[in-house]
């Protein structure tokens, strides 16, 4: 497994990681004994990274990867972002130090940390990301030793470019993958100028990029790709990448077709965005442990080439730019 430093927070991550959505809620059930095991054989391929967040089930994602911690001998070495602002009411003035303290409070508890590795604003409003008070209080949060560092997840490229250009921001999360261009053209060069970590979330198009789903596939109830395709429960973008699913099913297969021998086209959608300059750490989501490990599996692959490069940008152009481009 390759390792990259994540940004200022000058800690030694895997270059693939794990999105722990999933073992929360919001993609059909998925049992505790099976999320353990998903979080132990992700362990054991050598990701030594888990994003989580405080809202994922409620805090069962939190609380069943602090439950592994306490548990497992591979622990210690693990570092855990969770996410935090999404339990209130989306208005700037909920982002405020005494709310802070008390959604750390709970994710420490539910983590079983003391102080967190990492919390990252979870897709608030613009103005919070521009807010210099928003990043005082959590520079407050530090000296207290309640979180290490800090960071920002962004739903846009410009929402990203704010972040970055804060002193004490240490990562910055932002949906990037072979069907979400957009942030290669600013976002990775001001990053890596600045030294802030870059944490590639959605990296499978949330399972688009695998080329399984066909006309016919349904998901469940209580999956986001099914209740919020139309964006009316959270950002659309987060749902496949905002792709529509039938152009998506489309450019699906074309990505496919670009997979080298070897590659299943999930672990090649993985390793593209793992060889982009400025990624620390891509983060694909698991529902399986046959998932985790073949995710793991991506972390050690050659280079893609030029070629696959070309194909990449050549989809994006015809079938989704137009529609992706211009939102996020
Ligand atoms: N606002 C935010 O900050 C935010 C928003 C979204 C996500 N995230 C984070 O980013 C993580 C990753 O994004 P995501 O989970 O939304 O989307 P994703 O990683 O693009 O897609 C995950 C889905 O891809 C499929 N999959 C994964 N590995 C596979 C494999 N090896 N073979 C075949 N299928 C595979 C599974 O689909 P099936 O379920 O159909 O098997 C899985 O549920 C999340 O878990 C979360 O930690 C953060």
Same mark, same amino acid.
């Given at each position: 497994?390759q390792k990259r430093i994540l940004g200022r927070t000058?800690?030694?991550v895997?270059v693939i990681g794990?999105?722990?959505?999933?073992?929360?809620?919001?993609?059909?059930?998925?049992?505790?004994?099976?999320?353990?095991?998903?979080?132990?054989?992700?362990?054991?391929?050598?990701?030594?990274?888990?994003?989580?967040?405080?809202?994922?089930?409620?805090?069962?994602?939190?609380?069943?990867?602090?439950? *592994?911690?306490?548990?497992?001998?591979?622990?210690?070495?693990? $570092? %855990?972002? $969770?996410?935090?602002?999404?339990?209130?009411?989306?208005?700037?003035?909920? *982002?405020?130090?005494?709310?802070?303290?008390?959604?750390?409070?709970?994710?420490? $508890?539910?983590?079983?940390?003391?102080?967190?590795?990492? %919390?990252?604003?979870?897709?608030?409003?613009?103005?919070?990301?521009?807010?210099?008070?928003?990043?005082?209080?959590?520079?407050?949060?530090?000296?207290?030793?309640?979180?290490?560092?800090?960071g920002?997840?962004v739903? $846009?490229c410009?929402?990203a470019l704010?972040a970055i250009s804060?002193?004490?921001v240490a990562t910055v999360q932002i949906i990037l993958n072979? *069907?979400r261009l957009k942030p290669l053209e600013q976002v990775l060069p001001a990053a890596r100028a600045a030294g802030v970590g870059i944490i590639a979330r959605?990296p499978?198009?949330?399972?688009?990029?695998?080329?399984?789903?066909?006309?016919?596939?349904?998901?469940?109830?209580?999956?986001?790709? =099914?209740? =919020?395709?139309?964006?009316?429960? *959270?950002?659309?973008?987060?749902?496949?990448?905002?792709?529509?699913?039938?152009?998506?099913?489309?450019?699906?297969?074309?990505?496919?077709?670009?997979?080298? %021998?070897?590659?299943?086209?999930?672990?090649?959608?993985?390793a593209w965005v793992a060889q982009i300059d400025g990624v620390s750490t891509v983060i694909?989501?698991?529902?399986? #442990?046959?998932?985790?490990?073949?995710?793991?599996?991506?972390? #050690?692959?050659?280079p893609?080439? %030029?070629?696959?490069n070309?194909?990449?940008?050549?989809?994006?152009?015809?079938?989704?730019?137009?529609?992706?481009?211009?939102?996020?």
């Amino acid at each position: 497994m390759q390792k990259r430093i994540l940004g200022r927070t000058g800690r030694t991550v895997s270059v693939i990681g794990l999105g722990t959505w999933q073992l929360g809620g919001d993609w059909g059930a998925v049992t505790d004994a099976d999320a353990t095991a998903v979080l132990a054989a992700s362990a054991d391929a050598g990701i030594t990274f888990f994003d989580t967040a405080d809202v994922y089930g409620d805090g069962r994602s939190e609380r069943l990867i602090g439950q *592994f911690l306490a548990n497992g001998a591979s622990g210690a070495e693990i $570092t %855990v972002a $969770t996410k935090m602002g999404r339990r209130a009411e989306q208005l700037p003035e909920n *982002f405020v130090l005494a709310n802070f303290r008390e959604w750390t409070d709970r994710s420490r $508890t539910n983590l079983g940390r003391d102080t967190l590795d990492l %919390v990252q604003l979870h897709c608030p409003p613009s103005a919070v990301v521009e807010s210099g008070e928003v990043y005082d209080a959590l520079d407050t949060l530090v000296s207290e030793g309640v979180i290490k560092n800090y960071g920002v997840s962004v739903e $846009t490229c410009d929402q990203a470019l704010a972040a970055i250009s804060r002193p004490g921001v240490a990562t910055v999360q932002i949906i990037l993958n072979a *069907f979400r261009l957009k942030p290669l053209e600013q976002v990775l060069p001001a990053a890596r100028a600045a030294g802030v970590g870059i944490i590639a979330r959605v990296p499978l198009a949330s399972g688009l990029l695998t080329g399984k789903y066909s006309h016919e596939t349904v998901f469940a109830d209580s999956d986001h790709r =099914n209740f =919020n395709r139309d964006g009316s429960h *959270f950002d659309v973008g987060e749902t496949f990448s905002g792709v529509d699913f039938e152009v998506g099913l489309e450019a699906a297969i074309e990505f496919t077709a670009l997979a080298p %021998v070897g590659l299943t086209p999930a672990q090649a959608a993985l390793a593209w965005v793992a060889q982009i300059d400025g990624v620390s750490t891509v983060i694909p989501g698991a529902r399986s #442990v046959a998932q985790a490990q073949a995710n793991a599996a991506a972390g #050690v692959t050659e280079p893609l080439g %030029v070629a696959f490069n070309e194909g990449v940008q050549d989809i994006y152009d015809r079938l989704l730019r137009e529609q992706i481009h211009p939102r996020w």
